[in-house]
């Protein structure tokens, strides 16, 4: 019998283990995923800014790989946030050429179709907008 508790316990300390790292492993592909289907026709496969389109833009779109280098080896977090959701630009900063991901994922749910409210909705938009910041963290030059 406790032999038994002993090969019990152990597996569900190994699954709460590597709960986090799956957990991470998920994110990651779900921000690879939003990557590719929004940002790489800009940004690039390799998140370099030489996309298929980044030459018919006026501005030169940025090289996602140098976020921290660019930064004092800090990855701006907040910022990075802010750029992609887009909702609360600011009006001094000018016109922007990047899509406002915030309100664009906000369309996507069908919340009346699964009877969400505004709060999961937004939920749901925080969610990838955090996925797609997970994968562009991942992948920063050191």
Same mark, same amino acid.
């Given at each position: 019998?406790i032999?038994?508790?002993r090969?019990?316990?152990?597996v ?12 991470y ?11 590719a289907? /929004? ?6 496969? +390799?998140?370099?800014?030489d996309?298929?389109?980044? $030459? &018919?833009l006026?501005k030169? *779109?940025?090289d996602?790989?140098?976020i921290?280098?660019?930064?004092m ?5 907040a910022?990075i946030?802010d750029?992609?959701d /887009? ?6 900063? +000018?016109?922007?050429?990047m899509?406002?991901?915030g $309100? &664009?994922?906000?369309k996507? *749910?069908?919340?009346?179709y ?10 749901l ?8 910041? /997970?994968?562009?963290y991942?992948?920063?030059e050191?």
């Open positions: 019998m032999g038994q508790f090969a019990v316990s152990a569900l300390a190994a699954a709460i283990l590597a709960t986090p790292a799956v957990a492993a998920q994110a990651t592909d779900i921000g690879q995923r939003e990557y289907n /929004g940002c790489a026709v800009c940004h690039g496969p +390799g998140m370099k800014g996309g298929p389109l980044a $030459a &018919q006026k030169p *779109v940025p996602l790989t140098r921290s280098k660019d930064n080896g800090v990855f701006p977090f910022r946030y750029v992609i /887009g909702r609360q630009a600011v009006a001094t900063h +000018g016109p922007r050429e899509p406002v991901w $309100a &664009q994922y906000s996507e *749910v069908p919340g009346w699964f009877g969400f409210g505004p709060k999961e909705v937004e939920s938009v925080q969610g990838r907008i955090l996925a797609l910041i /997970g994968y562009i991942s992948v920063q050191k």
